[in-house]
């Protein structure tokens, strides 16, 4: 091969590279620039201020599940239990709320819920080396159970105005659940790129056994890592229960779909060890906005429905398409 070839072929490499590098990196930012411009257009209202706002409002709980999500994926495992744990920490908080018990303690107690949840997830996981899949599968059922056995059921009327504000309250004209979803997103973000802990889940989702032979304390990590997504968990029931005005048991139903979707439209690996915080809130946008803009363009239901689960399909696709290259 001639220089001058060899010069092509190098800059025919490091242009594929940069393309790849920047799709990478802004790819579904760019998705959900285009999916707006074209809802912009076709979608009657869309670009209203107060639509925008209700897009965000809307995407807030599955926003807080896909943070706590987001820590587990990037450790090589799964949560499939948080849509059941928002059920549980709702009807639990509620509850509290209606004997009299302290609306912001009750709150508390909801995400003291979700914590215990995850942090048995956490210990059943490190522990006995069971899947993660098989653990939270197992969670996500007697937890739902756990939500029905309590409300009887039955959906609980909550009645505190304090708790309602924090679901459905506005605050300078902005919703205070976005408020609060902006808040667990900082935490992470801090939490991943600046502390030791943030680099041992990178680590452990990188190689597990690598992690462990440095040093790193791997089962004490994985438990703390479910037990934030459970918090997460906890404190996506409260903030829906009071948006719901009411505690339910069947709160959260297949949200954990939603939350894995989001995370990996992001760009979190499902193998574990590569992923970015800041990105899974695009992919908690993207599904928000195309589930806003089917709705603005009259699209029943169920076909809204047919068509988040391919997406969802396409999320798991575009994993499978990262990891190859």
Not at 8 to 25: C, D, H, P, R, Y
Not at 37 to 65: E, M, R, W, Y
Not at 112 to 118: E, I, R, T, W
Not at 247 to 264: C, F, K, R, T
Request: charged share 10%.
């Amino acid at each position: 091969m001639s220089a001058g070839t060899e010069i092509l072929a190098g800059k025919k490499f490091n242009n594929t590279f940069t393309i790849k590098k920047v799709w990478n990196q802004l790819g579904m930012l760019l998705v959900l620039v285009a999916i707006c411009i074209i809802l912009a257009i076709f979608a009657p209202n869309f670009t209203d201020t107060n639509n925008i706002l209700n897009i965000l409002k809307q995407s807030s709980v599955n926003g807080i599940l896909a943070a706590g999500m987001t820590l587990v994926i990037l450790t090589g495992g799964i949560d499939l239990s948080v849509g059941s744990t928002i059920a549980l920490a709702g009807v639990v908080s509620v509850l509290l709320s209606k004997q009299g018990v302290n609306p912001y303690v009750s709150m508390l107690a909801g995400i003291a819920v979700g914590f215990l949840a995850g942090s048995v997830n956490g210990f059943l996981t490190a522990r006995t080396k069971l899947p993660s899949f098989i653990v939270t599968l197992g969670s996500m059922t007697y937890i739902r159970g756990a939500a029905y056995v309590i409300s009887g059921g039955l959906p609980t009327i909550l009645t505190s105005e304090q708790f309602k504000f924090f679901g459905s309250g506005k605050f300078l004209t902005v919703p205070t659940p976005i408020y609060t979803m902006l808040g667990v997103y900082l935490v992470i973000f801090i939490m991943l790129k600046y502390t030791m802990f943030g680099r041992h889940i990178y680590a452990i989702g990188g190689n597990e056994e690598a992690a462990r032979l440095t040093g790193i304390k791997v089962e004490r990590t994985l438990i703390n890592v479910y037990a934030i997504s459970g918090i997460c968990a906890g404190l996506a029931g409260v903030v829906l229960a009071g948006r719901l005005i009411s505690g339910q048991p069947n709160a959260g139903n297949m949200a954990e779909l939603d939350a894995i979707a989001s995370v990996v439209l992001g760009g979190t690996s499902l193998a574990g060890g590569t992923g970015r915080i800041q990105m899974t809130i695009i992919g908690v946008l993207i599904l928000g906005v195309i589930r806003n803009g089917l709705t603005l363009l009259n699209v029943s239901f169920f076909w809204q429905t047919v068509i988040t689960g391919i997406v969802i399909v396409l999320a798991v696709l575009l994993d499978r398409l990262r990891s190859d290259k």
